[in-house]
């Protein structure tokens, strides 16, 4: 007898990686010319060529790149990583607080792994990205789910009263995907007190675990607070797949701050559960790429046109939306109440958007807008049509 739930879980794709798929045949029936695929949020923008020429670099200066490293990367890298943190973020950082990692998913599920006990719960703000419930459950803690406020700005009051003596973290992801919404220094402080105050009740640590792959990816000269300023008990989960347009290639870290209170403990737990979990070292060829572009970032500037084009576009038609500030998404609400059949309904038109409820946000839908602009250029028509369906 196998596990039933791994069956379920393999055996049901995300409706995203479905949409994803379905693409890929419709733009064999049709040609990807007449597909408008705004379902995946994979990086169009080109990696920097340092990523490209260090590549080169590396394995002629040393072919046996490709062998082990140690479990938590290699010093010469952590230690270049760390020394940016400190300079870009006002806040020193060692070697020793990063463990490096196969992208955010690992550096979450072993964040997890390393933190949960039995009974253990994970308050996620919603909408959010749908694997923390694959992540917290399969680490063995309990998800409970915090609607954001209609602008999608965090609700203090919700997540305060949310907290209870099993609640052993919250997760934030900002900027979001799925809303683009970034939270201010103002809402970060407000849930740092509260987390304080809530440890101090207890008697506990709560942690706060700040998921970060889209850190760079901002607009409009807006700030993004870096959260163990605000709060010690933080662990950031980092991802370059976004940054530096790298999210085949499976490379981030984990930061564990020497603020934490049980710092050493924590350390030797992320440590103790990457080994469980299976993860002998990140990649060793983007680990060497990292030590020598670090600090280097994609261009994010065509995004930002595809968001200004695509917001008003939509906003012109008759839809309700929020104006994203980072990430690559737009969050609107659908033209009818089942945003399900509304992203079928869109299929029609070959628009291939993804339904709110994925998210834990039925009623809306998103859009990836990390793609080539000529296809946001020819999706316009359809996405007027498909307004003028439901219109008449």
Known sequence: ?????????????????????FGKKRKEEIGAENVYDFSLGNPNALAPEIINSSIHEIIEENPRIHGYTSAPGMDSVRESIADYISSSQNFPVSKEELYLTCGAAASLTITLKALTVEKDEYIVISPFF??????????????????????????????????????????INSPNNPTGVIYSEERIEELSQILKDASKKYEKIIYLISDEPYREVVFDDTEVPFVPKYYANTIVCYSFSKSLSLAGERIGYILFPKQIENYQEAAYAIAGAGRVLGFVNAPALFQAVLG?????????????????????????LGFHCEKPTGAFYLFPKALEEDSVAFCEKAKDFNLL????????APGYVRLSYCVDPNMVERSLEAFKKLSDYYKK
């Open 1 to 21: 007898m196998i596990s039933s739930k791994m069956v379920k879980l393999g055996s049901s794709r995300s409706s995203i990686r479905e949409l994803f798929e």
């Open 130 to 171: 749908p694997e923390y419930k694959v992540f917290i459950e399969g680490q063995g803690g309990k998800m409970v789910i915090v609607p954001s406020k209609e602008n999608f700005d965090l609700d203090i009051d919700a997540v305060k009263n949310s907290i209870n003596e099993n609640t052993k973290g919250v997760i």
């Open 292 to 316: 020598k572009s670090i600090g280097q970032f994609s261009e994010t500037d065509t995004y930002r046109k595809n968001r200004d084009l695509l917001y008003k576009t939509l906003t012109d």
């Open 353 to 360: 958007i993804v339904p709110g409820d994925d998210f834990y």
